[in-house]
DNA sequence: AATGAATGAGACTTCATTCAT
DNA sequence: AATGAATGAAGTCTCATTCAT
């Protein structure tokens, strides 16, 4: 918005997106509260006011970190949904896209996900009933689900309820690779795998 | 205010686990930020310097109180497995005393898997190969399995592969069932109901 | 948004004026401490620096306010002065607009009479002996209280003291109805014509 | 309540009351802004926190000193009521005190008096209706007024108003004594007098 | 076994001001 | 004449911990 030449330089990150990236990462090493002001003034090499010229509040700032990241997630997905395929291969796209995404992008899974964000960000909601009509990624899980179903690939059951089961289960998975770190990617592919086809076989008829 | 001789039986509590016990409410009440060693001494009407002739640290006192709850989770674990019964019997028993475990005491559950509390957690590991012989609970987990393939009840499969996807499935379940906090028993209730019979219907042959 | 051209009159306040306009009015709602620069900016429309670019220092902003209100309570004095009428007249007319131009400044008050903004009020001094020759103010109500004397009017005492002892009581009256802010209209006219009739009485012969 | 010895050695004041006092310093200094918990803690040579043990809040800081301060000055004008005397004495007699105890303490009548004191003492109201039910000092003014007035001895008044017009009158020539701090005493008690025959001429029928 | 007092660090946030553009 | 960015100091308060008694 204020860049100074066109050409993309590596300085030319903003402040503002400097102070967010830094943010995350403490976000997800230590939770809400080892985001201090303090710290994150220190990471970036600015004075503890300056922060604030760009985000008003710790709050601000956790709530643009949570939906940067949501806005990241649930373009993948529907992008998955988008390009089309059996209700199976749709699902198995999805479980190894969030899986890979989460392994890629540990420090905002874990901010995000992994958080109770504090005041800001009330957490994510997965469990409640009615989050598939609240929530975008639940929905389009829900859809293909009922999709499967009255196509008679899915064995018949609340639609929401298997997605969240769904939805839960692959969460686990991710948790640990981005817990544990050290994963090795093939074990991580076998491991997707094996998942992808425990499920796949719970769901059937 | 507190008894000085041995024959007043009802607070006989030693001071040691009156601390524990206040602490592990607090812990529970707002997670490790919001047990401060001041308020943990209004609780039980001690001094602040009082607690620390009883535990070094506050990390010693919440490694004892998460001590406490993992040797409970490993003894439930155990007692489930002792009691017999089928394969799905003792699987669906394991994943149903997993996610009530987590949701009494959410604490202990993150600083323990969700690696919140500070040096407290050593970091389970639970992805890596050959875990199924370094860990009581997956080598238990891979061994009904194994029986339940050898019976010819479930599908052939790699043991630990199997165990590790199905542990984190549950975990993930019981993930968002702490990190969530409110969810009312009844849909909890429903959600583990749904979790093992996907799981169970996935490792049918 | 703002004119760039002479022609639109509207708007033709120049942005000095403005800033004081706005500045006054913070500081009249929370005093002191409630003028800052950021809210005053914010408030005008304004970068902060801009406030720069017209007055030094807040302190200079601050001044300026405080001295064109006491020229305004100089002027008021000097016009009932001039106005004419009987020594009882005039010091009542002074008593109540005094009075009443403190209760509508009570910003303005505190500065230059009770000291409290920073280096802005000089320092009154009103008891010292010989305030008659040095301050126009109480020179001018010396002279009346001689007049009164010398027409028979008041009891014979000596002027300047008196004119402390006035002045200081009607100091006294303003000061309190500055400092409890609250104090409504009709109260305070009473308490007024109160303090006039006290003090008129008290200096009959 | 913790001395160590009964002997009121130089070093023998509690922290709270070398708290209370440096505080009531900055207090009648600045004002209620100018009371900073880090200043006070420098003036004192103790860490901020140390405050902390001995007064919960600012507020309650403040709220000490506004009081202790008070409940001294009630004490006097009790005092000078409860010798007796004409109403003409005891008023004489009242202002005489009033003077001579702001001119004493400065500190604290500045702290007290010359200050909105912030959200903890609310600051005195003395010019309200009802305050002479309210408050004892301007109870004991009013009645001492009414036996005046019911003796011939004053003009018949609303005696409330009158206490009022009497007491700013009084409080006024207390603040500039207070305030200009270099008055001689000569020159004061010259005032005093001054003043108070002002007064009570205004009182006679 | 317990206490009162104290500490140094750190929490979030606001302030007046400056500087390059 | 005005802006966006930044700063150092200060504001109140809480934290875990220590120490002499």
Redesign the pocket.
Known sequence: M?TKETATRDSDI???DRILEAAGQLLAEGGYEA?????LAAKI??????I???Y????ELVGRIVATGYAELVAMVEGIAAKGGSPEEILAANIAAYIEWAAARPVIFKALLLREIGPAGAGVEALAAGVARRRRTFGLLAEILERGMAEGRFARADAELTAQALWTAMFGLASRVVLEGEVPPERRAALVERHIDLLLRGLRP
């Open positions: 204020l903003s402040t503002a985001l201090s002001m303090r710290k090499g600015l004075s503890q006011a300056a604030y010229r760009h008003a509040d710790k709050d």
